[in-house]
């Protein structure tokens, strides 16, 4: 048997060359051999008379039949494909010489057990030197690994074109390597232009924490639920700050014997409005219920002062670093002397040094030396809250402008809320925050109000009761 013959080939397919039988020709055979036994897909080919004249190791593992037993047989008819249906296959095959291009078509083929396998052949003519059809080569493979890799390609597809999340392909230097386009416009910028970008310049916070899990992907394999990560993307109009629900991937290559990392493919939805919505249910639960314990804890006080600082103690949890509260100079101011200077005179304040209760001031009445626009000055004229905050400027200028206002010197941010009972002014609290939160919004000012609410009841009860 010829060297053409082991490997599953003939060389009826094109004509004689020199040196055919010689070593040259020989190793050109096995090349030939070992090329066709490492596709993955299967091949035959038949001469133009339809005789077998190559047969790959793919075929074999798919029908069951060796190279030796198909090589040379005179088409498909009797031990590959039913008799029945042998003229309309080997037709079809047969076509292909005088058609153009290749040719696709689904038939069922007979495997040596006697099973029968539905396949998807691609065949196409191969012609002679002289340009004229020599023969037909075919590749086939089982319609259900066809339909599959088609899947496959069609999901990658839609999820780069389609997909309502963002989805980017991360390579193994953690840069984008592919994105589709929800994922472009959420990070505000063009699909060719993020491609090998560090994920730095794309994000001006949580780089840190978005690489820590790209990293523990490649090594260890996709974490068994989504994480939710926060992000600041650096847009055209200014940092924006987003809660991206995020799942990872680690792809390999499926063509390599050991697993060999690609990278990361990363999927993300933006969750910002479900975890605001979340978070501000969850604050607002916590506040309600703290201002229902503040309210019980004062119904115990024989003191009504000692209750005002009873709703102190209790609003500044999770809410503020210090609070002060100041009393109109006289008790109380009416509407009707809104015009008039006012003077603040210190009530109560929390502990400047270590955490405690907050502390009642005494009674000596000296006025607190608040400057012109003070914002507890303001909030009384308005009878109304006063936000106010020391910006972004260096800890040394921030400490003066805390100082110069009679407040800890670590204060930054700040909110003024007006204490007001039947009708009249009675004083403001004050609460303040440090550098390490964040500034005073509406909804903070809403909730000191109700405090101050409070706080008003209190010290009004105690001037009617006398215990001022």
Partial sequence: M???????TTDELGPDEPGRDGPEGSGGSDLLAALLDGMDAALCA??????????????????????AEAVGRQGFA??????????????????????PGRQVHEFALLTKDGGRVLVRTQSAAVRGPDGKPAGVYCAFSEVHAQIDLERSIALSEALFEDASWGVVLVDADLRPAVVNAHAARALGIGRTSVLGRPLG????????????????????????????????????????RRCWRSGFLRLASPLAEEPVPLGVGWLFQDVTETKQGEQEAAL??????????AARAAAECEDPREAATVHLDFALAGFADHALIDRVAGGALS??????????????????????????????GLPVRYGQGHPALQ????????????????????????????????????L??????????????????????????????????DVAVRIAAALDLAGVVGTE
């Fill in 2 to 8: 010829s060297a053409s013959r082991r490997s599953g």
């Fill in 46 to 67: 038949f001469d133009a008379d339809g005789a077998v004249t190559h047969w790959n190791r793919e075929a074999e593992r798919i029908l069951g039949w060796t190279a």
């Fill in 78 to 99: 009797g031990w590959a494909v039913r008799p029945a249906d042998a003229e309309e296959v080997e037709g079809r095959l047969m076509s292909a010489m005088q058609a």
């Fill in 201 to 240: 310049e794309l994000l001006a916070q949580g780089v840190e924490e978005l690489e820590s899990a790209l990293t523990h992907v490649l090594a260890e394999g996709a974490p068994p639920a989504p994480a939710e990560i926060w992000v600041s993307v650096r847009m055209p109009e200014g940092e924006q």
């Fill in 284 to 293: 607002l639960r916590f506040r309600t219920n703290q201002l229902h314990r």
């Fill in 335 to 364: 509407d009707a002397e809104g015009a008039a200077p006012v003077r603040l005179v210190r009530a109560a304040a929390t502990p400047s040094g270590a955490p405690g209760p907050s502390l009642l001031t005494g009674q000596a």
């Fill in 379 to 414: 909030c009384v004229e308005r009878a109304g809250s006063v936000r106010a905050s020391a910006g972004s400027v260096p800890a040394e200028q921030a400490r003066e402008w805390a100082l110069g206002r009679q407040w800890p010197a670590d204060a930054v941010h700040v």
């Fill in 416 to 449: 003024c809320a007006v204490l007001r009972s039947r009708g009249r002014t009675l004083g403001v609290v004050t609460f303040l925050r440090g550098a390490g939160r964040s500034s005073f919004e509406r909804s903070d000012a809403t909730y000191a109000e």
